[in-house]
Each structure stands twice: as structure tokens, then as C-alpha cells.
């Protein structure tokens, strides 16, 4: 059993900053990837940013050059430094484990999520 833990969210105004811990344990043998995924109301949940076993990163257009993601491979851990914050970046974030070394696509485990609102 894998369990991923979400911190670090919160209200911020536009042109903040934010920065959110996702913590992997459990039955984790091997490097996988890790990435950020976040769903706003009425939306679909989309791709935020997220890193290989490589420590290859990719990002979401929307957030590339505001968003570092990085992550601690002893620990299992990974975060999303989010800088610039708009109000459309307001929505849940979810922190995945892939399965693979290369993403999150195929049913990746998922945190619990985190709230993160942009709002003046």
C-alpha cells in the first residue's frame, strides 16, 4: 500500500507565492515518477508539472516559468514551488506517484489533495 501526503496549500493573493509538499511511503520499491496534477471546479483534472526518475521536469504551459517542481529521491518526496500565483490557478492539487519511471499517466496513486486559492 502507497500513501502520498499533500501540504502546503492555502489562500494567497495574486502575484503570491505558495509552496506544496507531497511525501510518498509505503511499499515503494524502486524510482518512479512524480508530478502535480490540479482539478478546478467544473473542470477536468489536468497536468501541472511533473518529474521523471531522471529528474526530467515538464510543465504545463500556464504555469512554465512561474512553477518549479522538484523533488527529494531519499525521501520519496516532491514539491511545486508556485510563484506569480493568478486567480486561475485557483483549484485542488494533487500530487501522483507513477507506476513508471517516466509519468503519471497510467493509475498513478494520488494524494488526498490540497486546496490552493488565488483571491484578493
Known amino acids: 500500500q502507497v500513501q502520498l501526503v499533500e501540504s502546503g496549500g492555502g489562500l494567497v493573493q495574486p502575484g503570491g507565492s505558495l509552496r506544496l509538499s507531497c511525501a510518498a511511503s509505503g511499499s515503494i520499491i524502486g524510482i518512479y515518477a512524480m508530478g502535480w496534477y490540479r482539478q478546478a471546479p467544473g473542470k477536468q483534472r489536468e497536468l501541472v508539472a511533473a518529474?521523471?526518475?531522471?529528474?526530467?521536469?515538464n510543465y504545463a504551459d500556464s504555469v512554465n516559468g512561474r512553477f518549479t517542481i522538484s523533488r527529494e529521491y531519499g525521501k520519496n518526496t516532491v514539491y511545486l514551488g508556485m510563484n506569480s500565483l493568478k486567480p486561475e490557478d485557483t483549484a485542488v492539487y494533487y500530487c501522483?506517484?507513477?507506476?513508471?519511471?517516466?509519468?503519471?499517466?497510467?493509475?498513478?496513486?494520488w494524494g488526498q489533495g490540497t486546496q490552493v486559492s488565488v483571491s484578493s
Open positions: 518529474v521523471t526518475s531522471g529528474g526530467n521536469t
Open positions: 501522483c506517484l507513477g507506476r513508471t519511471g517516466t509519468d503519471c499517466y497510467t493509475n498513478p496513486y
